[in-house]
């Protein structure tokens, strides 16, 4: 009968359906819009995954191209996982040899780089066809395999998943007490992981052990447990399988009524799902309970929807169950030569993949039928087949010992309780020890404050004491004071000489303070000047808030952050600035501003530092303002072409030897803030579903999205063209005059692709903004940022600063391993580290080195 096996191997954790189809939809999207194979390749496998069963040849066919694409570029562990959800496809379709094949493909390919996690999934996926088809040794073995190598590197998920799967196969041989070992292994293992979806599997699955040793009551106290933890998760899948067996149980136990009941109820949530083998399962129970009623056209219906399920499948097992189910209404109708020939059929795929307990039914049915016809040695011939059968499943020794498995279950479960309740004896021990301290401390006050107010009184009573005394020494001294005041007059005729000498002590003090204050009217006049250009210079300096332009003081005089977010659509900044001068003033500046759809932000590094620098870097601010803010010139090689010009004008320089070539080393970037082409923009939902569902690892590899231009040979720049396709994307141009442009990628804006890998530097052109031996028009880069992409621009000043251990340079190399490991901080947590950085490079274990120029670092995250 149907309803003494419920086979299932694996309990997949389905989400809603709307949410998948979006999310499937959001990949596909992608997968048109990307030029990157390794991506391509990704997602084809992802898709592949997610679509097996609502869509299998599609399926199939993501796979086999990821699999191509990964083998194109070598990429050894996108190709085994591509591989394994083909031969999940290929299972889906019913084409188990070819499914047998891809997995056997799927671990030479993990073998090759050591993957022993890829390895282990692979012998999932093969043992889980081979039971399908009825080998159920070679189920055994590669389900075997897969458990030994799990337990040593330690994957607890898929170690239940193993134990899960050879306790169905020892069940279903009729294997009952390593059945039960497997099952309460898992559950040990699901309790360990408070994993509640698993323990409602593994306490379903003792229960079929018990329901098949006919303990119903024990099975449906198993199944009950189940059922509320499922439940309580809402646990779709296996609340359908648990309210399956339950209607078996109530079935087994004269109920019909209520059996059909959890019957239908479980079928719907299966239909919900798409699960065709554990449709089949409904069907069959559904029909027996049809049968048992007498409506043996329900029951032929739902069997016969079972038998077609079961033929798409190419489930072996199902089939047999078909066969006996369908022999019983022929049987029942008195037709029983189609009855024998449906036995047959049964009896021949029982052999072959040694299904015992569906012999023994069929054995039993075979009896009744030639009973039936009155050939009654035929009858007798398979009622001694069916006995001898039963008595080996069924022996006393088995029974035993699924009994003191139980116990011993029972007994370790106490046992953990006991642990819990001395647990709690010690902290209530604790609390009765901590009321104890408490106690004794408010006596201990008591006690103190009582001292406290006996030596209060003993003061207050010796006080009086001494003003009484003081009463007659006030007599003394009254006698006393006459004595004195005769001794002042005499004092008073030294004073009058000590006058005269005091005023022209004070004569001479009041020349050397005038003296001073002079010096220190002068030495005010000159600071205060400084104080006052500092004041300019500030005031010239921008905020990076696009909206206020308005500092923020978060880092005292040392450093300077500010922030936006959300002032513009599809545009999000987070900023920090790093400012230092050696000087009251300084010769670095940095800049931004906001011009039609760009912003565009700087940081130059004008010849000298304090005042002179200072000057410079107002020419460079004023010129900087008049170029974007009022020509509107946005492109950044055209920017610092004019802003050489201006400077060469201005300073009027010639490039003759001797003169002076005062002018800026400068990093200018220009970000385009809006993009009318963006129709859509990538979701944030996962690229593929947590491991332990795929039982495959997504591959490591990945490229930045970023195109950078050359200059061609008559300076017209050279672009590639990248049309960004998200509100995640965004197009900028940078160019350079002996300073670069760092960039750290980040993909945290595509879930799934790999963190920080690293530093893309773009070079500069080798000259400054001056006159100078090489006056070539400046190269314009054009890049494209991605969300949470991080860029910096910087004077030479950080990696030129002397410190440290041996008082070297702190040099670029320790800047950029600076910038990576605080890359994943907060803009504000970086900006700290950076300055902590510098503080502890001057100052070494008590040795201070002094600044040696201006230092600026400006950091945006886009």
């Known amino acids: ?126 043992g889980y066809a081979y039971s399908i088809i009825g080998k159920i040794e070679k189920a055994i073995e590669n389900y075997s395999n897969s458990l030994e190598i799990c337990l040593k590197i330690n994957d607890k998920k898929l170690i239940f998943h193993n134990y899960n799967a050879l306790g169905n196969i020892y069940n ?65 899948s296996t609340l359908a399988i648990i309210l399956n067996n339950i209607g078996i149980i109530y079935d087994k136990m004269n109920n019909p009524d209520e059996a059909l009941k959890y019957y239908l109820e479980s079928l719907k949530l299966k239909e919900q799902i798409g699960d065709l083998y554990s449709i089949v399962v409904s069907y069959s129970n559904i029909a027996i309970i049809y049968q048992n009623r007498g409506d043996l056209k329900k029951a032929i219906e739902y069997n016969t929807k079972a038998l077609k399920i079961d033929e798409q499948l190419n489930d072996q097992q199902g089939l047999c169950l078909d066969y006996i189910n369908i022999s019983e209404i022929e049987k029942l109708q008195k037709n029983y030569p189609r009855a024998i020939e449906l036995l047959e059929e049964a009896l021949k795929i029982a052999k072959q993949s040694d299904y015992k307990r569906y ?92 001292f406290l107010l006996i030596g209060s009184y003993i003061a207050y009573r010796d006080k009086k004491k001494a003003n009484i005394k003081l009463a007659l020494m006030n007599e003394e001294i009254l006698q006393q004071k006459e004595e004195i005041e005769a001794q002042r007059d005499l004092l008073t005729i030294s004073n009058q000489e000590i006058s005269l000498q005091k005023e022209e002590i004070e004569a001479q003090r009041d020349l050397v303070t005038h003296q001073k204050e002079h010096i220190e009217e002068i030495h005010k006049e000159v600071t205060d000047s400084i104080n006052y250009a500092k004041r300019i210079q500030e005031a010239m300096l921008p905020s990076l808030a696009l909206s206020t332009f308005q500092k923020l003081e978060t880092f005292g005089k040392f450093s300077d952050t500010a922030s936006t977010r959300g002032l513009i659509p599809l545009l999000t900044l987070e900023t920090f600035i790093l400012f230092k001068p050696k000087d009251v003033v300084s010769g670095d500046f940095y800049w931004a501003a906001n011009v039609n759809e760009w912003f565009i932000a700087c940081v130059a590094d004008c010849t000298g ?8 870097s107002m020419l460079g601010i004023s010129f900087l303002n008049e170029i974007v803010r009022k020509k509107e010139v946005t492109k950044a090689s055209e920017v610092l072409n004019h ?10 320089q010639t490039g003759e030897m001797g003169s002076q070539k005062d002018g800026m080393d400068i990093s200018l970037i220009a970000i385009k803030t809006q993009d009318s082409s963006s129709k859509f923009q990538i979701p944030s939902s996962k690229f593929q579903e947590e491991e332990s569902e795929q039982f495959s690892v997504i591959s490591n590899q990945s490229e930045p999205f970023s195109v950078i231009s050359e200059q061609s040979a008559d300076n017209e720049p050279q672009t590639l063209n990248f049309k960004p396709q998200t509100s995640n994307v965004f197009n900028a141009q940078w160019a350079g005059a002996n300073n670069p442009l760092w960039i750290i990628r980040s993909t945290k804006n595509l879930s799934g692709l790999q963190d920080l890998t690293g530093l893309e530097e773009l070079k500069p052109d080798n ?95 886009i």
């Open 1 to 126: 009968m149907k309803q003494l096996f419920i086979f299932f191997l694996f309990l997949f954790i389905f989400i809603n359906a709307n949410s998948q189809s979006n999310e499937i939809d959001s990949l596909e999207n992608i997968l048109k819009s990307t030029i990157h194979d390794t991506l391509k390749a990704r997602i084809l496998s992802d898709l592949s995954f997610k679509i097996r069963f609502n869509n299998t040849e599609k399926s199939l066919e993501y796979a086999l191209k990821s699999v191509e694409l990964n083998k194109k570029h070598n990429l050894k562990k996108g190709e085994a996982k591509a591989l394994n959800n083909a031969g999940l496809a290929y299972n889906a379709l019913g084409m188990f040899d070819k499914a047998i094949e891809f997995h056997t493909k799927s671990i030479e390919t993990s073998s090759q780089i050591n993957d022993s996690l890829g390895i282990a999934k692979g012998l999932i996926n093969i």
């Open 172 to 236: 279903s041989n009729g294997n009952y007490d390593k059945a039960l070992e497997s099952f309460q292994n898992s559950l040990n293992i699901s309790e360990n992981l408070s994993d509640i979806l698993n323990q409602a599997e593994s306490l379903n699955n003792i229960g079929l052990v018990f329901m098949a040793q006919q303990n119903n009551k024990v099975a449906l106290e198993y199944f009950e447990k189940a059922r509320k933890k499922a439940e309580n998760i809402n646990g779709t």
């Open 359 to 450: 012999r023994l039914s069929i054995y039993s049915a075979f009896s009744n039928i030639y009973e039936m016809q009155n050939d009654l040695k035929s009858a007798l011939d398979y009622n001694k087949k069916y006995i001898f059968l039963k008595d080996s499943l069924l022996n006393e020794e088995s029974t035993k010992q699924l009994t003191e498995m139980q116990t011993k279950y029972e007994s370790e479960k106490k046992e953990k309780e006991i642990i819990v309740l001395q647990k709690d004896k010690e902290i209530q021990t604790q609390e009765i020890s901590r009321a104890r301290v408490i106690r004794n401390s408010i006596i201990g006050i008591a006690t103190l404050i009582l």
């Open 609 to 616: 530092h304090g005042v002179p620098g200072a000057f410079m």
């Open 643 to 652: 802003l050489r010009f201006s400077v060469v004008e201005a300073l009027k």
């Open 767 to 861: 000259m400054p903004v001056a006159i100078h031996v090489r006056m070539d028009e400046f190269t314009n880069h054009e890049i494209i940022l991605n969300k949470s992409d991080r860029i910096y621009l910087f004077s030479d000043g950080f990696p030129d600063q002397f410190g440290g251990p041996k008082g070297k340079k702190f040099l670029s190399k320790s800047f950029k391993h600076l910038l990576i490991e605080t890359s994943e901080l907060s803009m504000n947590e970086q900006c700290a580290k950076i300055e902590d950085s510098l503080k502890n490079w001057l100052c070494f274990e008590g040795k201070i080195y002094e600044q040696i120029d201006d230092i600026t670092v400006l950091g945006i995250e």
